[in-house]
């Protein structure tokens, strides 16, 4: 397994990386993990309100939606003898933060407040975010949000504005006790699946295996390399269809990836410069 940034450090109380899969061929919308999510973590009420995007009432993960159940709906061919009979497929996918392995948002985080837990997962100190917003841009996902509140004053702790960056721990409270995310907990269908990443690993390689033999010829594992642009996910995906029509990108890279280059570039460009500054002064003298 390639090794999270800053996961090593840990050394003796280094524990084993435990991430999600979530199998979406047995999602079944309930948004079970939603409504878990929330409660669990004391997240502020959003997503009330009618999208237009089918049962689909958050539309994307923000800082009050950690688990976002997308639902999206194809029409697909009935019939084998192509007579036009088309009828509606629904793809159902309870997407979260990746976790990813070489993180961008850990590079980019003046404070600290983002950090990497023992468990190989990525969590942010809300005691230590001073609300910067670098975060945000840098997640290739969108996963990370500055939240913004409307007064509410049945929940005076939620009252004024924000403006910190909040996102999924994959419950690390939980995983301190012992215990499973709360979402995963809550999945009917077992569609979240938790535990230690290469055992979900092997587990996600058999389930591909008996869906692609049962003629899901759609069916792929998404995020579940180690050799893609971010790692590997710490939470990755089974899906019946292409990333993109779930919302998500197909081919995602860690932003960061070319910041030792690009600092290599400009300090040989400043080099070059003061070179060439010393070489006229001297010359302007002779």
Same mark, same amino acid.
């Given at each position: 397994?390639?090794?999270?940034?800053?996961?090593? #450090?840990?050394?003796?109380?280094?524990?084993?990386?435990?991430?999600?899969?979530?199998?979406?061929?047995?999602?079944?919308?309930?948004?079970?993990? $939603?409504?878990?999510?929330?409660?669990?973590?004391?997240?502020?009420?959003?997503?009330?309100?009618?999208?237009?995007?089918?049962?689909?009432?958050?539309? *994307?993960?923000?800082?009050?939606?950690?688990?976002?159940?997308?639902?999206?709906?194809?029409?697909?061919?009935?019939?084998?003898?192509?007579?036009?009979?088309?009828?509606?497929?629904?793809?159902?996918?309870?997407?979260?933060?990746?976790?990813?392995?070489?993180?961008?948002?850990?590079?980019?985080?003046? #404070?600290?407040?983002?950090?990497?837990? $023992?468990?190989?997962?990525?969590?942010? *100190? %809300?005691?230590?975010?001073?609300?910067?917003?670098?975060?945000?841009?840098?997640?290739?996902?969108?996963?990370?949000?500055?939240?913004?509140?409307?007064?509410?004053?049945?929940?005076?702790?939620?009252?004024?504005?924000?403006?910190?960056?909040?996102?999924?721990?994959?419950?690390?409270?939980?995983?301190?006790?012992?215990?499973?995310?709360?979402?995963?907990?809550?999945?009917? #269908?077992?569609?979240? %699946?938790?535990?230690?990443?290469?055992?979900?690993?092997?587990?996600?390689?058999?389930?591909?295996?008996?869906?692609?033999?049962?003629?899901?010829?759609?069916? *792929?594992?998404?995020?579940?390399?180690?050799? @893609?642009?971010?790692?590997?996910?710490?939470?990755?995906?089974?899906?019946?269809? @292409?990333? $993109?029509?779930?919302?998500?990108?197909? @081919?995602?890279?860690? #932003?960061?990836?070319?910041?030792?280059?690009?600092?290599?570039?400009?300090?040989?460009?400043?080099?070059?410069?003061?070179?060439?500054?010393?070489?006229?002064?001297?010359?302007?003298?002779?």
């Amino acid at each position: 397994m390639t090794v999270a940034d800053g996961w090593e #450090t840990y050394a003796d109380e280094q524990q084993e990386r435990v991430g999600f899969f979530t199998d979406t061929s047995v999602c079944i919308g309930c948004k079970a993990c $939603e409504v878990a999510c929330k409660e669990w973590n004391a997240i502020p009420e959003d997503g009330l309100a009618f999208t237009g995007h089918s049962y689909d009432n958050t539309v *994307q993960l923000d800082a009050n939606s950690w688990r976002h159940v997308a639902f999206v709906e194809q029409e697909q061919p009935l019939r084998a003898n192509g007579d036009g009979s088309t009828g509606l497929r629904w793809l159902m996918e309870s997407d979260v933060c990746k976790h990813c392995t070489h993180a961008a948002c850990l590079d980019v985080c003046p #404070t600290g407040a983002l950090f990497r837990t $023992e468990f190989g997962t990525v969590v942010v *100190q %809300q005691d230590v975010c001073n609300g910067c917003g670098y975060c945000v841009p840098a997640c290739p996902f969108g996963v990370l949000d500055k939240r913004h509140l409307a007064p509410a004053p049945d929940l005076p702790a939620f009252a004024k504005e924000d403006g910190r960056v909040w996102k999924c721990t994959l419950c690390y409270d939980r995983l301190k006790g012992g215990h499973e995310p709360a979402c995963a907990k809550a999945c009917p #269908t077992k569609s979240i %699946q938790f535990g230690p990443l290469d055992e979900l690993r092997e587990r996600a390689d058999a389930r591909l295996e008996k869906l692609t033999a049962a003629g899901a010829d759609g069916a *792929q594992l998404y995020g579940r390399d180690p050799e @893609d642009g971010v790692g590997g996910f710490g939470a990755f995906f089974l899906l019946l269809d @292409d990333p $993109e029509v779930y919302g998500l990108p197909p @081919d995602p890279v860690v #932003t960061t990836r070319d910041l030792p280059e690009m600092w290599t570039n400009m300090l040989a460009a400043a080099a070059a410069m003061l070179v060439g500054v010393a070489a006229a002064f001297v010359g302007g003298r002779s």
